[in-house]
């Protein structure tokens, strides 16, 4: 699923604001001016750091009303954001009637799709950035949807095969090329399938933006496909967009907020095919094991290898067809990593890693440069440096064909491991390699 930078504004500033967005505001406004962050203030009402940044989103649906006098009470605002969020209920109240009794004779995007009423955004408007603010895309025929699709496909295959650096670009250009289609008029079918293929390349844009560190447009994209997927009332694409956003979360502000993110792409899991709920388990597991969290790690990998065990491709969704045995193994193997080094057992991981290595093929180099270098990684911390130094070496090799600033972390992790083992002729010379500022700067352009 995917990014972008940059793009025309959907609505103008000069549109209607709603209740709810101006509660939105008044909440930000607050906490600035209590000079406290969004972690600070989810501590301090016992609530995670995704509700807060809920509700300072202005295309967000309404907080509970228990999350806003919670607000109401930490940031000291004598009840004006209670009020001003009881008035954004009415507002909302009046706005579902209006558009109630307007169903029947209107063919606007989105008002047949059976959307998700959990979602955390209004979906009767686009978010910004995606949309002209003028003009319609007219008429979606099944042929629209098929060139998106074709589209994604040449993204998702750009970034497998040469990182994030190559694909970004090109991927954010076709998205913004495509996402004015969602405002077109189309039958139900067509129209939900055009959503989802939407919200797919959105998912890829935003991963290619991810692999080489543009975290805001990571962010960005990532919003938009989940909008997407809940437009469409899309379990599966939810599920997927969400997972995404727990991997970006793990690597940017720690595994905590993956933990929740991952929990909540798991909420209707009966309408999740068995390989969706395999990869959701695979991560949840990566995320408790960097909680430190053993015992339960275990019985998430356990449980996820249940699942890929009941696997029927034939059912599962097209963004999907990544997570075959060999992604399975590699997500599951380095989920096992952090219990392995607990237990000073490689047995308990690096098995299933060299299983995935051998099964990475042409079509997935990234996944299997990422493979070999946390094999080596775990390899010098707890097995033979020389081995290790070995598998640094193929590593470092694929890598210089891919652009990724999480391959290039990931190499640098590797160079701190063999710092105990520099005696050993082979590692010094992986770590001289590792280290060398001319050898690295490929990996990340």
Request: glycine share 6%.
């Amino acid at each position: 699923m995917t990014s972008g930078e940059g793009g025309p504004t959907i609505e103008s500033d000069r549109r209607p604001s709603t209740v709810a967005a101006q509660l939105a505001r008044e909440v930000r406004r607050l906490r600035k001016e209590a000079d406290i962050s969004q972690r600070v203030l989810a501590s301090m009402i016992g609530y995670s750091r995704q509700y807060v940044t809920m509700t300072e989103w202005e295309d967000s649906n309404l907080p509970s009303p228990e999350v806003i006098a919670a607000i109401d009470n930490a940031l000291e605002a004598n009840g004006a954001l209670i009020a001003l969020r009881a008035q954004a209920d009415g507002d909302r109240q009046s706005r579902r009637r209006t558009a109630a009794t307007s169903l029947a004779t209107t063919d606007e995007p989105g008002k047949s799709l059976t959307a998700n009423v959990f979602s955390p955004f209004n979906l009767e408007a686009v978010p910004a950035g995606y949309v002209p603010e003028l003009g319609c895309a007219g008429a979606v025929a099944w042929s629209d949807v098929e060139q998106v699709k074709e589209a994604t496909r040449r993204a998702a295959t750009a970034e497998n095969l040469h990182g994030g650096g190559s694909a970004n670009a090109a991927a954010s250009q076709q998205l913004y090329a495509f996402a004015p289609l969602v405002r077109g008029r189309a039958a139900p079918d067509t129209r939900r399938a055009l959503f989802e293929a939407v919200g797919n390349l959105s998912g890829v844009a935003a991963f290619a933006a991810f692999d080489i560190a543009d975290f805001a447009t990571a962010d960005q994209h990532s919003r938009f496909a989940l909008w997407c997927a809940d437009a469409a009332g899309s379990w599966e694409l939810r599920a997927s967009t969400l997972a995404d956003m727990a991997r970006m979360a793990a690597y940017t502000s720690g595994a905590d907020n993956a933990l929740s993110l991952i929990e909540l792409a798991q909420v209707r899991s009966d309408r999740l095919s068995a390989t969706t709920r395999a990869m959701l388990s695979a991560l949840r597991a990566q995320f408790l094991a960097a909680l430190g969290r053993t015992d339960e790690t275990l019985a998430e990998v356990s449980r996820s290898d249940n699942y890929f065990a009941d696997s029927m491709p034939g059912e599962d969704p097209p963004w999907m067809c990544y997570y075959d045995e060999a992604e399975h193994l590699g997500s599951t193997g380095k989920a096992l990593i952090p219990v392995a080094l607990a237990r000073n057992q490689m047995e308990l991981a690096a098995p299933r890693i060299g299983q995935a290595i051998r099964r990475q093929g042409q079509s997935y180099p990234r996944s299997r440069t990422f493979s070999l270098t946390r094999l080596a990684t775990l390899t010098m911390r707890i097995g033979d440096p020389k081995e290790a130094a070995k598998l640094g070496m193929q590593a470092m090799t694929h890598a210089k064909a891919i652009h990724s600033q999480r391959i290039r972390d990931e190499l640098q992790v590797l160079s701190r491991a063999s710092i105990k083992h520099l005696a050993i002729p082979e590692v010094n010379g992986l770590y001289s390699v590792l280290t060398d500022d001319s050898e690295m700067s490929a990996v990340s352009k």
